[in-house]
């Protein structure tokens, strides 16, 4: 699967209404992921995932805790494109694009490591599980990890918040599968 198959997609409603699809980004072989939601408005511009206010949020926590997640990480969202008015992707959509690419992903990148942000991912990946801000578990041979979307890193205040609340678990999360 290459990216511009996924730029070409017409599988749902969603991709008649976003500027393009938004394929993965950073290092697609690698067996550590993450994954938000959906991209936003300037994703959905610039073709590229957490390219935005979000994507510099996770950007900045992450190279504090020794991750620069454009070379040690394959990043992705729950579904390819921009959902009208950044409503949350629906079902059906989830399903269609977790059908179509995500699940491909998975099986071709094999991850061992991956950091679901926010719950829509969550809720999807993980259904009969309950995951709180910083939990872990290990299940099919992953080792999921989760915490809060970047989004709301930034409602919350920003640095100081995520300096306390996040950089802890992203250091866990870099120690883990730099060990590989
Ligand atoms: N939020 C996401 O979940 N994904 C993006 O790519 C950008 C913002």
Redesign the pocket.
Known sequence: MNRNEIVECEECELTETCRMP?PYAGRNELNVFII?????RE?DEKGK??V?E??KALKKAAFKAGIDIWKDCHIT?MVKCRPPGNRTPEKGELSACFSKWLGREFVESNPKHALL??KTAAETLLPFTSIGHGGKLKLKGIMWYFLY???YWLRRGGDVWVEDNVLPYLREWGEAWKQR
């Open positions: 938004v938000g939601e959906a991209p936003g994703e995932p957490f935005g979000s994507g969202n942000l926010g979307h970047p989004s």
